[in-house]
């Protein structure tokens, strides 16, 4: 058994190949097939690697290869327009990993010929890339001896050694990095990173662990006791925050709308990120009169008068610790307002600039509804 309480700070060797034999045998008969364990290319190992943060497998893997179709080298990715990134994005959630991905990409082109660095600081310097994914890339592509450490590597390194209290606490992380690198088969170190994170997510799930199916169970301290379901400890989340959004889309004769950028007129940072910092229908934070309160916000802001707002149907949306409620409105007019910076593109078309999910389930609700006004 690995890293029980008193014998944390300096691994036991023994044992410690046999359980890497195990694991590496099992990751090369059960692993499963995805696109970016086909490669060794850096470029493509990261952006998986940016793309699976906080993002399931299934979703991803569409992503990845609509993205590489599109961009299917670092230099084409550095080249391009920072929209076309973001729209290739749209959808995935998370937008700063696209912005920084393309940024990285950029200093990458500068700094390092084209070819994503092979020193851990380095990749360190680089825009949108912590100790996890420095360590996933460097050893994955070029097999440098660096252990990966996420919340699935540290639930199964929690549970192995019947490790309890909060993972994320500063100290505890720490001591779990360096049972991660502890462990770590330097031979092997790209397939032994893939083997402890395929274990985290395939069997050492975080509810129900299947440790009747684990290559590991023998060396489980967690699994021993019984408490495999009791560990890591639940961790004090943050209490959502509830908030009420009106929008207006604008339409004209020619089924044009306006867009604005978040950020360049009259909303603040905090909502900017609402909207993922993405182009966004005019909207304001309401309360209890969400039309009376846009209405104001359209007069104020934009100059219209008597507007004849149609509700749309209202919609959830959550954006990480906040639960919005979404209240969009339709409303007619002769003209759109010319404002600088502001984009007035076909409606039906809204999804040719990059657009979060939310401003997407406003423009459906509006679309839906269309036929009928
Ligand atoms: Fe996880 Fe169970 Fe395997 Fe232990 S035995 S590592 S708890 S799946």
């Known amino acids: 058994m690995f890293l029980a309480r008193k014998q944390t700070r300096k691994l036991p060797a023994k044992g410690i190949p046999a359980f890497q034999r195990r694991l590496l045998g ?25 793309m699976l943060q906080q993002t399931r497998v299934a979703a991803v893997v569409p992503y990845y290869r609509r993205f590489l179709r599109r961009f299917p080298t670092l230099g084409a990715l550095a080249g391009a327009r920072s ?12 937008y700063s990993r696209a912005r920084h991905l393309h940024r990285a990409a950029k200093e990458i082109v500068a700094r390092h010929g084209g070819r994503f660095p092979r020193e851990l600081e380095a990749a360190l310097r680089l825009p ?10 460097l050893s994955i592509a070029y097999g440098l001896p660096e252990a990966v450490l996420d919340g699935n590597v540290a639930r199964v390194l929690a549970r192995l050694g019947g490790l309890r209290g909060d ?41 129900s662990p299947r440790c009747g199916a684990c290559p590991v169970s023998h060396w489980c301290r967690a699994y021993k006791l019984g408490i495999a379901e009791q560990l890591p400890s639940a961790r004090r989340k943050r209490a959502p925050v509830k908030l009420s959004l009106a929008a207006a889309v604008l339409l004209d004769r020619q089924g044009r709308t306006l867009v604005l950028k978040p950020g360049d007129r009259d909303s603040t940072k905090e909502d900017a990120a ?15 009169h969400a039309e009376r309160e846009l209405r104001r916000h359209l007069r104020a802001s934009f100059g219209l008068k008597g507007t004849e707002l149609v509700e749309l149907g209202a919609a959830r949306h959550s954006v990480t610790y906040r639960e919005i409620t979404l209240a969009p409105f339709l409303l007619r007019v002769e003209r759109l307002p010319r404002l600088p910076g502001a984009r007035t593109p076909l409606l039906a078309a809204l999804d040719r600039l990059p657009v979060s999910s939310a401003t997407r389930k406003i423009a459906a609700a509006a679309l839906q509804e269309l036929p009928r006004i």
């Open 128 to 137: 949108g890339i912590g100790r996890y994914t420095a360590a996933a890339v």
């Open 26 to 50: 099992w990751f090369h008969r059960r692993k499963r097939d995805l696109p970016w364990r086909r490669t060794r290319d850096p470029y493509r190992i990261w952006l998986a690697e940016i």
């Open 167 to 207: 993972l994320r606490a500063p100290r505890r992380w720490k001591h779990l990095q360096s049972a991660a690198q502890g462990l770590l088969e330097p031979a092997a170190a790209g397939d032994w990173n893939q083997a402890m994170m395929e274990l985290g997510a395939t069997v050492c799930t975080p509810r």
């Open 83 to 94: 929209e076309q990134v973001l729209r290739l994005w749209a959808g995935l959630g998370y």
């Open 274 to 288: 609402l909207f993922s910092r993405m182009w966004q229908f005019p909207a304001v934070r309401v309360s209890s």
